[in-house]
């Protein structure tokens, strides 16, 4: 079946720009969360939904960072403003859990963002 | 709060040989473990995981990963190195219900 889906795979914007990133997740998976990874890093998290609540949005670097999930499926990942460290990859997984054992989380390919 | 070190931004192997990348862990409760590969331009896959039981972890790929919760360590090993191995491999780790923490990465070269 399809895995988690992510667009566009490649983004440029001036600095000042507003982006946002598309992730679509693995059919019926009720848990997506967001990863940024910096160039050399590993991922860190970003923010966590569980249907269309967002339970956990602490990594979140600033208030020009903003998530959704309406319908509990489709996600969208905004960044207002865009600063040259916005500049990484931001991907995105989904996962079945809902709170218990921890579920493989499948990741999608990502968005290169590149701010300039 | 829980952190992962990975030991060596790099680790060049011939094909054939061992294969070692090496993975520590500080968590104040028993973590759940995990080793993720990342080929380039694409997105992590699970390569295994730790969570009860075995401490003795099987993954896809051949490869095998040692819980050993007196030295916080969680390595990953295959006994023979292939061509397609080379790829990043991030060491992560998860407390109860929080998210995953990642390691800085390690990046296998394999030579022929």
């Known amino acids: 079946g399809a895995g988690v889906s992510q667009s566009p795979r490649y983004k440029v914007a001036k600095r000042g720009q507003d982006v946002a990133l598309r992730c679509d997740p693995i059919s019926g998976h009720v848990s997506l969360f967001w990863y940024q990874q910096a160039l050399g890093q590993g991922p860190e998290f970003l923010t966590y939904?569980?249907?269309?609540?967002?339970?956990?949005k602490s990594g979140l670097p600033s208030d020009r960072f903003f998530a959704e999930r309406p319908e509990g499926s489709v996600s969208t990942l905004k960044i207002q403003r865009t600063q040259q460290e916005d500049s990484a990859v931001y991907l995105c997984?989904?996962?079945?859990?809902?709170?218990?054992?921890?579920?493989?989380?499948?990741f999608g390919p990502g968005t290169r963002l590149t701010v300039t | 709060a829980q952190s992962v070190t990975q030991l060596g931004s790099h680790v060049s192997v011939s094909e054939g040989a061992l294969v070692l990348l090496r993975c520590n862990y500080s968590?104040?409760?028993?973590?759940?473990l995990f080793w993720y590969v990342q080929y380039p331009n694409q997105g992590l896959q699970l390569l295994l995981k730790?969570?009860?039981?075995?401490?003795l972890v099987k993954g896809i790929n051949g490869f095998e990963a040692e819980f050993k919760k007196s030295e916080t360590s969680f390595h990953l090993t295959k006994p023979s190195a292939h061509m397609s191995d080379a790829a990043e491999y991030f060491c992560?780790?998860?407390?109860?219900?929080?998210?995953?923490?990642f390691g800085k990465g390690t990046m296998l070269l394999v030579s022929p």
């Open positions: 992560a780790v998860r407390v109860g219900y929080s998210t995953l923490t």
């Open positions: 968590s104040s409760v028993p973590p759940y």
């Open positions: 997984a989904s996962s079945f859990e809902q709170g218990g054992l921890p579920y493989e989380q499948y």
């Open positions: 730790y969570t009860t039981g075995a401490t």
């Open positions: 939904f569980q249907n269309e609540a967002q339970l956990d």
